[in-house]
Structure formats: structure tokens, C-alpha cells
């Protein structure tokens, strides 16, 4: 038992990445008195090292058909009532430059920092009483308080919102923590996974690792889900912005499949046999992708032949191998290497409206420990802030 009586506030925040920050200043602002806790020595770290260091803050195109989810209508209502141009709004009254990279991607003209320092004050705005450097000890609940012990110290209030995120980069203080306490209050977790992680590659296509920083747009597959961006092959298998992307969407087991011609029109090699009949498929292929990723696919399909002395049946079949190369992934880099983690805290047991546990009142489950996952592009922060202000006008 602690030596003191708890402080007590209207709402305690586990975590103070940037969906607890964000849910701290809402309801700060709000007039709720609120304690917002982490282990960490510093608010936001993640916020810092995102986006390169100027923090991919949004995207304006965000909707919910870019989230992964058990429930993928679950995301609609948070989304809908604080969307990326209300965040874009905060961040012009801060002074904050910014610019548009590709697809609609939002990153500081400056620097992450800015957007800590932005959330740091809009909490002090809401008079939120931050304490850093905790490990959480111990979490009950008894007479509709919700008792946390931290450190030496503990703090009583009928509201705890749980905001520690997913086990993600470990090595910054990432855990899995929001599952432990959503158990331990009766609420189900989907099996969390790595998302948005480079794929690793073994057996016959360890070859391709000896390509390791070439990079070129391709369009890449899961299942049905594509996506066109850069991919990369590094020196255990594949990464770059689309393998990032389908990784959210890939099983173990299944294919990868990867179209290296996405500008190439349908019938190119066959119409390129009838322009430049001495030409091969591999010289041919070094016209369209890097050389030595155009080598390797070339020696893989007997690229050495001139064309003129191929068939077309043989070429059509070439083309169809390089707009759907299955690659097979023996698995991902994991948690140390990605970007988010998909699953966690099951949708089911919350309301869309609130982010509070249905059957536990006064539990809110927020950002990424909830099984919402965003594309890599600002997706994710921007759960992080719709979700936390969700929480933050109910609290
Ligand atoms: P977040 O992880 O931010 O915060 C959780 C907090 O809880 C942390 O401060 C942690 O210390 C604390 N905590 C954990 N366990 C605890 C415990 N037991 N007790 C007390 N505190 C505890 N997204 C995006 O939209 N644009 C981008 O540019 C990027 N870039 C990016 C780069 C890299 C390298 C990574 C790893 C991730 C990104 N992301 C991103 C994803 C984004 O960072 C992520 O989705 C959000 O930070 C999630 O916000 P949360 O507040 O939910 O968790």
C-alpha cells in the first residue's frame, strides 16, 4: 500500500506518446484535471525519430478504407469527427511549416521536435500534470476509481485511458503492456503482429540479397491489396515503402507478388522484339530498372537470348513473370524493425464514439494498442490524434 492518500484527478493517461498527449491536452482543455504518466524520460519519443526526423504528422487523404481492423467501420466515427485538416489547422496556429512530400504525406518543414513541443503546449493550455520516468507498478479498480500505482507514488480517478501503444521498437520503450491491462479488465486482444516491417527472404531467393540498396517503383501484392512506391532490397530481403506497405497485409506463407514493369505497356516485350529484334531481354530490362536488379531478373528467366530469337509465346511468358514475381517471404524483421504493430486492443469491446470499454466504464483503450492500423504515410499519428480526441471530449 503506498504511504500517502492517491491524488486524484477526473482522468489518468497511460503513456504520453501522441495519442496520450493528444487525449491529455483535449481534456485538459476541457477543464478535466489529468495525470498523464510514462516510463520514459521524455514525452513523444517516437514522434521524434518519425518521418526521418520531421515526423510524417498526417495525410490528407485520410479515411477509414486505410486502416486495418477485426472491424474496418470502427475507425469511421473518430476519423470523421477530427480529420487531418483539423490537425493541419493546429499545427498553422502553432506557426509550423510544412509541406506535402508524395501522396498526400505531411512532414514538417523543420523538425518532429516541433510537433512535441506543440502537443507539450496545448497540455499545459489544459493544465495536464505530466510525470515521466514511472514504470505503472500496479492498476485497480475499486469503487468506480481507477488506482495507479507508479513509482512511489500512486493516483486515484474514475477515468484511466490506456495509451502505451504497441510493442514496436522495443528498444525505445515500446511494450505490450496496453494488452496486459485490457486483460487483466476483461477486454479481448487480437493477436498482435508487426506491421508496416521489411520482409525477410531465404532459401533460393537469398540470391536477391545480393542486391541489397537497389531500389525501384514497383507495384506490390498481398493477396488483393497493391500498392505502387518504391521497394528495396537490402541484405535480408525486401524493404522499401511498398513491402512496408503490403507487410501490414501479408501471412506468413503466402506469396508477395511484385510487377517491375508498372509503366511498361501489356504486349512490350513482344512489341520490343518487332523494334529491336537484336536487342536481349536482359539489355532490354536494363532499360527499365536498375542493373543489377535488371541482371538478376534477366539470368532467372534466360535473358541472354536476342529477341529476334525468341518466340512470343516465350517473351509473353517472361512479361508475365515480371508484373507478378512471387517472392515468398520467410517472415518479417519484427518488432524491433516495424513501423507499427497490427492487432491489439479487439474494437468490439469499445465504442467507436468514445473509445471506452463497453463493459468496463470508465476504461478508454486509445491510438495504436487499439486494432487499428494505418498505411505507412501519416496514417497512424492520425488515429493517434483522432482517437485521443475521441477519448479526450468524453473523459
Ligand atoms: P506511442 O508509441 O507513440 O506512445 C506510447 C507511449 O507509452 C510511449 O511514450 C511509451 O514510452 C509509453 N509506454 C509504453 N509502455 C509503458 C508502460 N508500461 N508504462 C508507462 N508508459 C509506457 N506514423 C505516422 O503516422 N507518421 C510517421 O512519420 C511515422 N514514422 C514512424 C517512424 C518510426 C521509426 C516508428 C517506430 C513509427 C512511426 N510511425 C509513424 C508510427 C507512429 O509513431 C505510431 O503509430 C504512434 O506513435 C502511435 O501513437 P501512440 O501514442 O498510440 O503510441
Known sequence: MPAFAPSTYDAI???????????????GQRGRRVLLLDHADAPGKKILISGGGRCNFTNIHTQPDRYLSANPHFAKSALGRYSAQDF?????????AWHEKTLGQLFCDGSARQIVAMLLDECDKGAVEIALGHPVRAVSHADGQYHVTYGDRSAAAPALVIATGGPSIPKMGATGFAYDLARQFGLKVVEPRPALVPLT??????????LSGVATEVIARAGKTMFREAALFTHKGLSGPAILQVSSYWRHGDPVGIDFLPDAPAGWLTAAKRNQPRASLRSLLGTMLPDRLAAT????????????????KLLQAAEQRLRAWAFHPNGTEGYAKAEVTAGGISTD????????????PGLYAIGEAVDVTGWLGGYNFQWAWASGHAAGQAI
Not at 15 to 22: H, K
Not at 297 to 312: M, N, Q, S, V
Not at 349 to 360: I, Y
Request: aromatic share 4%; charged share 25%.
Open 13 to 27: 493517461i497511460l503513456g504520453a506518446g501522441a495519442a496520450g498527449l493528444f487525449c491529455a491536452a483535449t481534456a
Open 349 to 360: 469491446g469499445l465504442s467507436s464514439q468514445t473509445m471506452e470499454a463497453r463493459k468496463v
Open 297 to 312: 531478373l534477366g539470368e532467372r528467366i534466360g535473358g541472354d537470348a536476342r529477341l529476334a530469337d525468341t518466340p512470343d
Open 201 to 210: 527472404l531465404g532459401g533460393d531467393e537469398t540470391l536477391f540479397r545480393s
Open 88 to 96: 493541419i489547422d493546429l499545427v498553422d496556429a502553432h506557426g509550423i
